[in-house]
């Protein structure tokens, strides 16, 4: 099979199994994976082909500059985080930096969990070595333990049907908050967190609800009904990293024939699994859902062209996320000549911008971090160049906690590397904690500004 020719050839959710795919555990249990596979085939889907293509639909109007989108939430979710206030405070933090964006940019945010099935990770190495002893790494609960322990590292093939009703019962919490009301803006007061003493950002937060209250209150008074500000739209996504997984969750939809994994509404393939003739662009390429890459400094533009023929070859808008995360020191170098060949190559893309993958630094003891500057300098450069190249930068991407953690330094509270120690609480990578977070979109919504 020629890479050309690779897109041309008839697709089944299974297919890719004829081709590498990196990052896959090595189950040494077989049959029990078939059973957990065969089980997970046939329960029910977590999410709904209309809502899929609405996505898609707000996937290119942000490309054209209609709408913005914010997608983040945990690195890693946990099986033991699957809980009321873990669940509600991830809500809070994205309604809060969701509205100081729609009120900043005067966009409709386009808001996307990193939620309800990101439980698997790749890693750059298979084992880690703690006190001269090597185990399995972790590879997210849907795979083995984070304990410490080498029986608990092994790959379980049934922590996927955890991971399955995990996802549904995270889903299912959030669609009976947004249903009951909790995302309504009249209540953007009750996003309140427990650490908002520490958040000093609350007070231009307040302000900005303060003045939504009163313009609600105003078009109430002159007879406009709002009861649409009652609910939002609230979509899901995950990395599609096991593909066994992924494939047993792809149903055909018969009224229109197309497939959609219906685990979530967007997945994205990762930096380590995106190799043109890999198992998990031939896996995306059959699907109807909206497909993000991830894309680092290192990327040849002639090769990003030809992922995105292979994964969008009707040139559908909004189909193909290209979520670029190149570091602060290397964006400046390696996005130009991207966005000029893709440019020119007239494909249509949505742009959005992950500053947390490419800033990654490791501090003695071991402990990955992140420095808020950072972050913020290549989502400044990657606006910027972006405006110089006459393209649009559509969203951005995060991974964040409405939890009060130590991970990332710097922000307001000026956190420094002695400090991450206190309650460094993520599995994989650091993730802006809630004050943080909620800078970030101030920070966000003038970059916006500036640039639209
Ligand atoms: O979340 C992303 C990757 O899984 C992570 O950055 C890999 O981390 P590692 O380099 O510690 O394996
Ligand atoms: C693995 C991740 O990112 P990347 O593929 O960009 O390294 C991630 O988003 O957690
Ligand atoms: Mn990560």
Redesign the pocket.
Known sequence: MTQHHQDQQPWSPTGWRELPARQQPAYPDKELLQSTLDSLRTLPPLVYPTEIEQLKKQMGAAAAGQRFILQGGD??ERFSECTQANITNKMKILLQMSLILTYGTRKPVVRLG?IAGQYA??RSSAEETVNGVSYPSYRGDAVNDYELDAARRVPDPQRLMQAYSRSALTLNYIRAMINGGFADLRHAFAWKLHSIEKAKKWEEYRDIVETILDAIHFMESCGVDSYLLASVDFFTSH?GLLLEYESALTHRDPSSGRYYNMGAHML?I????RQLDGAHVEYCRGLANPVGV?I?PDADPEEVIELLRRLNPANEEGKVTL?T?MGMERVEKALPPLLRHIHQSKTSVTWSC?P??GNTRTVSGGIKTRTFDHIEGELESCFRIHQENSSTLAGV?F?LTGEDVTECTGGSANLQDKDLARNYVST??PRLNYSQSLEMAFLISRQVRLHS
């Open positions: 690195c890693a990193r990770k790749p990395e994205w990762g930096e380590r699994t991830k680092g979520i995360r992950d947390m993958h991407h991974e994989c990578d």
